[in-house]
C-alpha cells in the first residue's frame, strides 16, 4: 500500500502531478492516451486508501482561466474510466482556491480529485523563484505527500513539478519510473546503428535539440514542419510552407556539422492551401512551388527514411513527418510508423503528437518497444539534460 518509501498511505492527502495534457477540440478529447497512462498510479493510490489529488495542465493558456483550456472533460473521461474500478472522481473549478480546499475537505479515501488547469494560475511558470514557490506553498497545503507522474512535464521547472517537490515528501510514480527505465537504455550505450526520427510542428523546440542528438545519433531523419528551415538554409525556395527566418543560421551550422548523419527529404507533398481537400502533388524538395506550401514528406523520402530506420537497431521517433490528421498528408509519417513496427531491435515512440498519430493511422501500442507520454521530455532526457523534474525527487 506504498509508493517509493512514502510508507502506509490509507488515509492520507496525496498530490500526484500527472500529465493530462491531451488534444481537445470543441470539448471532444481526441487521443486519450496520456490519461490511460496515468491511470495505474491512481488506481494504486486510491486501492491504498490514499485521497488522491491530481494536479495538471493542459496547453498554454498564459497563466489566466480561459474556458478554452479546461480540465473538465479530462475529469469526465477520468471518471469514466475509473468507474470499472469504483473509483469516484471529482474536479474542482479552480487550483488551489475555495473550491480545491473545499473539496479536498470533502475527499473521502479512495477517492481522486482532479483540480482546474495549473497554468491558470500565473505563479505556475514563473521565471521568479519565490512566484512559483508561492504557488508550490499553496498546493502542497492541501496535501501530505507529493507524487510526481506527469512524465511529459519533467523537463518543465515549474512549481507544480518542481517546487512543490521540495515542500513534501516525495517519490516518483509509476509511470515516470517504467519511462526513465526504456530511456535510459536509449542513452546508456544504444545498440547501433542508432537512428533518430524528428518532425512535428514546434518547430524551435526541436531545432533546439539537434545540436545535442547530432553527438549521439548515427542517423538523424528530418521531416516535418522543421524540414523547410533547412531546405532554405539549403539555398532553395519553400513557398508558403512553415519557415523559420531567425533560425537559418543556426540550421546552417547544424547542415555543416552534421553533414554524414542528417538526412532531408528529397521530394516534398505540396498543396495551394492548408486544407484536407486541397489539391495535394510531389514535388522535387528543391523545386518547391511559390504558391504553395509543404504538408508531407513525398514517397521517395518515406522509402528513403523506411530504409534508414529498417537498418537501424535502435530508432527513436518524435513527431510527425507531416499533416497526418488530413489523409493527403498521412503517407510520411504512415510509411515512419510502419518501419517503427519492423525494427529489430528497439523502437521508441515519443512524445503526444506522435502517440496519437500511430494510434490514428491504426497501429496498435504493441507493435512498437515503448510509447512513450513525453515529447519534449523525452527527447530532453536523450540529449542527456538534466530534467529540473526528475533532478528534484533525488533531493531529500
Ligand atoms: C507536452 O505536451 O509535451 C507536455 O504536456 C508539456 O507541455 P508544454 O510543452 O506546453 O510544456
Not at 479552480?94 to 479515501?109: H, N, P
Not at 488530413?326 to 529489430?344: S, W
Not at 496519437?356 to 512513450?372: N, T, Y
Amino acid at each position: 500500500s506504498t509508493i517509493g518509501g512514502l510508507g502506509d498511505l490509507a488515509g492520507r492527502r496525496v498530490l500526484v502531478r500527472s500529465d493530462l495534457n491531451v488534444p481537445i477540440k470543441d470539448g471532444v478529447i481526441g487521443d486519450d492516451g496520456r490519461i490511460r497512462a496515468s491511470l495505474p498510479t491512481l488506481i494504486k493510490l486510491a486501492k491504498a486508501g490514499a485521497k488522491v489529488i491530481v494536479t495538471a495542465h493542459l496547453g498554454r493558456p498564459k497563466g489566466e482561466p480561459n474556458p478554452a483550456y479546461t480540465l473538465a472533460p479530462v475529469a469526465t473521461r477520468l471518471g469514466e474510466l475509473l468507474q470499472p474500478e469504483g473509483i469516484t472522481v471529482r474536479f474542482a473549478t479552480d487550483v488551489t482556491g475555495e473550491s480545491a480546499q473545499e473539496a479536498v475537505q470533502e475527499l473521502d479515501e479512495g477517492e481522486v480529485l482532479l483540480l482546474e488547469n495549473v497554468r491558470y494560475d500565473p505563479r505556475e511558470e514563473s521565471k521568479d523563484n519565490t512566484q512559483r514557490e508561492a504557488l508550490a506553498e499553496e498546493l502542497a497545503a492541501l496535501a501530505d505527500v507529493f507524487v510526481s507522474d506527469g512524465f511529459g512535464v519533467v523537463h518543465r521547472k515549474q512549481a507544480s513539478v518542481y517546487d512543490v517537490a521540495r515542500k513534501l515528501p516525495h517519490a516518483a510514480g509509476g509511470l515516470v519510473l517504467a519511462e526513465v527505465e526504456v530511456l535510459k537504455k536509449l542513452t546508456e550505450d544504444p545498440a547501433r546503428p542508432y537512428v533518430v526520427v524528428l518532425g512535428g510542428a514546434k518547430v524551435s523546440d526541436k531545432l533546439a535539440v539537434i545540436d545535442n542528438l547530432l553527438a549521439k545519433a548515427d542517423k538523424l531523419l528530418i521531416g516535418g514542419g522543421m524540414v523547410f528551415t533547412f531546405l532554405k538554409a539549403q539555398g532553395h525556395e519553400v513557398g508558403k510552407s512553415l519557415l523559420e527566418e531567425d533560425q537559418l543560421d543556426v540550421v546552417r551550422g547544424y547542415l555543416k556539422e552534421g553533414a554524414d548523419k542528417i538526412v532531408l527529404p528529397t521530394d516534398i507533398v505540396v498543396a495551394p492551401e492548408f486544407k484536407a481537400d486541397s489539391p495535394a502533388t510531389v514535388v522535387a524538395a528543391d523545386a518547391i512551388p511559390a504558391d504553395q506550401l509543404g504538408l508531407d514528406i513525398g514517397p521517395e523520402s518515406g522509402k528513403a527514411f523506411a530504409a534508414e530506420i529498417a537498418g537501424a537497431r535502435t530508432v527513436f521517433w518524435n513527431g510527425p513527418m507531416g499533416v497526418f490528421e488530413m489523409a493527403a498528408f498521412a503517407a510520411g509519417t504512415k510509411a515512419v510508423a510502419q518501419a517503427l513496427t519492423e525494427v529489430d531491435g528497439l523502437s521508441v515512440v515519443g512524445g503526444g503528437d506522435s502517440a496519437a498519430a500511430v494510434r490514428q493511422l491504426g497501429f496498435a501500442d504493441d507493435q512498437f518497444g515503448h510509447i512513450s507520454t513525453g515529447g519534449g521530455a523525452s527527447l530532453e532526457y536523450l540529449e542527456g539534460k538534466e530534467l529540473p523534474g526528475l533532478a528534484v525527487l533525488e533531493e531529500d
